[in-house]
């Protein structure tokens, strides 16, 4: 199948295929058509799917094609706001905006993106300058909203992206406060990973409906990522982790570590051997965040050590490598950390480099995922096979852990404000810099400097990394995307 079959303009086919994909995948051969027709959407799909272009290039369809889009190219109309992505995170909202200004590139339409933790004022020159497409963070839309600097009375099309983590990061409220504001007559897409109870009731009270389109089982592993588990002992993770870089030559690898401090320490360690790396969590501010992230996308820097949380939405064409550091202590983190190899049917490598302490962690991710990985000791790293296990500390600064209680970061519930702010746009267009990343880059997120809020601890809203809460013999309360159940859809 090809993007021409698909019932996309010219325009659109063009962006798409000078951006290299010859193929639609199964979320976009699927969802491209039922948007185009207009109705609602509910859609499973989890990043790496392809899933951004799947909304992205029927919207910009729908936009381009009708009365309003026509009277835009006759340039008899001002721009109003007429589609409205929500997104978590203020990196998967930059990327998102980014995509769109990939693929409106050869149509008239034109997109921004607000996040917090950037100044907000050259977000309200932006939106005054004319807006068709607005890629947003929940919060500073509203503070946007708040301050009658935004819009939102003509949004033709609502989009909710990763609905599951804003939900889990506290968004809900924000999410209906939102809704409120707009027409109420418009084409609702939400996308989720996972169906908790409150996605299902979200999207009952939210959709229309709606065309339901799954792809890639909940909590299934991509096939086409080889994944291997290295036992090591806990103090040689660090040697074997420099070791794995050079051997096989690894020119660009994503490391999750459990702590920030986790991260930082391993910055410093990686460069006493002579490997490039940073370091990107929430206590990192967004413009350190940003530089980190764009000098691992050029290829100029070999390793990106990162949080779970600030991992979030990170996309990374054909991610080569993905290393496990410390397994994630919520088992379904595996399958959203190893999502970002292999991505869209590229191949990719995830290893994990496991120690004593984390054996229970391995048996909880092996169960969930119904694979047993293979184990592969490198020589010279054998494990002490007399060594005992120790509590494990799920955070930063907090005290030794028993593996058990809270999740790491979570500090209570609430709106987390996970998205920071900033403001974004593309070049090309008649549109505003404002906000166009420093250095002009065009891979880079968008938004500039920034009180590094946002995608801080305390997105999802857990309660508590304390060591309180939580079901014993359990490592803490889960989010609420793993709530949900049965583990398959
Ligand atoms: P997403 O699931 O939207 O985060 O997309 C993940 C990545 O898949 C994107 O960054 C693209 O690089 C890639 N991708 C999207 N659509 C296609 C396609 N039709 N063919 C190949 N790669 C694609």
């Not at 659109?12 to 109705?39: F, S």
């Not at 590094?452 to 305390?458: E, F, L, N, T, V």
Request: include cysteine; charged fraction near 20%; hydrophobic fraction near 35%.
């Amino acid at each position: 199948m090809s993007f021409n079959t698909l019932g996309l303009t010219d325009a659109i086919v063009r962006a798409v295929t000078e951006a290299g994909y010859t193929a639609p995948t199964p979320i976009q051969a699927q969802a491209i058509p039922a948007v185009i027709k207009g109705g609602d959407l509910l859609a499973g799909a989890q990043t790496g799917t392809g899933k951004t272009a799947g909304f992205t290039l029927p919207v910009l369809h729908r936009l381009s094609t009708d009365k309003v889009g026509a009277a835009l190219t006759n340039k008899t109309s001002k721009r109003a706001i007429r589609a409205l992505v929500l997104a978590p995170t203020r990196e998967l909202a930059a990327q998102v905006e980014e995509n769109i200004r990939t693929y409106a590139k050869y149509t008239n339409l034109n997109s921004a993106v607000i996040f917090g933790g950037v100044g907000i004022h050259p977000q309200i020159k932006l939106l005054a300058n004319g807006v068709d497409i607005l890629v947003a963070t929940p919060g500073r839309l509203l503070d946007h909203v708040g301050q009658g600097t935004v819009k939102l009375d003509k949004v033709e099309i609502l989009v909710l992206d990763e609905a599951d983590r804003m939900l889990d990061m506290g968004f809900i409220h924000d999410i209906k406060k939102v809704l409120a504001v707009l027409p109420p007559k418009r084409q609702n897409l939400l996308f989720s990973a996972t169906f908790s109870d409150e996605i299902k009731a979200l999207a009952d009270k939210l959709l229309d409906n709606p065309a339901l389109i799954e792809v890639a089982r909940r909590n299934s592993t991509v096939e086409v990522i080889a994944q291997t588990i290295h036992p090591v002992d806990r103090d040689k993770k660090h040697p074997m982790l420099a070791h794995l870089i050079k051997t096989n030559d690894w020119k660009q690898v994503l490391v999750f570590t459990r702590t920030k401090h986790g991260a930082n320490k391993l910055v410093e360690q990686l460069a006493k051997d002579g490997i490039g790396a940073m370091a990107i969590h929430g206590n990192k501010s967004q413009s350190a965040r940003t530089k980190a992230l764009a000098e691992f996308k050029d290829g100029s820097l070999t390793a990106l050590i990162a949080t779970d949380i600030a991992a979030r939405g990170i996309d990374i064409d054909q991610l080569p490598h993905v290393v496990n550091y410390d397994l994630p202590n919520v088992p379904e983190d595996y399958v959203h950390r190893i999502g970002r190899t292999g991505r869209a049917g590229a191949t990719g490598e995830a290893v994990s480099l496991v120690c004593v302490d984390e054996h229970q962690m391995l048996k909880d991710i092996e169960k969930l995922i119904k694979q047993t990985l293979p184990r592969e000791v490198i020589p010279g790293f054998e494990p002490d096979p007399t060594a005992k296990a120790q509590p494990i500390q799920l955070r930063s600064g907090a005290p030794g852990h028993t593996g058990r209680g809270g999740r790491p970061g979570g500090n209570g519930g609430g709106r987390a404000h996970g998205g920071g702010n900033g403001a974004g746009n593309g070049g090309g267009k008649p549109r505003s810099a404002a906000g166009t990343p420093s250095g002009g880059r065009s891979g880079s997120p968008a938004g500039n400097g920034g009180g590094g809020r946002g995608g801080q601890p305390g997105n999802r809203g857990g309660n508590g990394g304390g060591g309180n809460g939580g079901r014993p013999q359990n490592r803490g309360p889960r989010p609420a995307s793993a709530r949900s159940g049965s583990g398959e859809r």
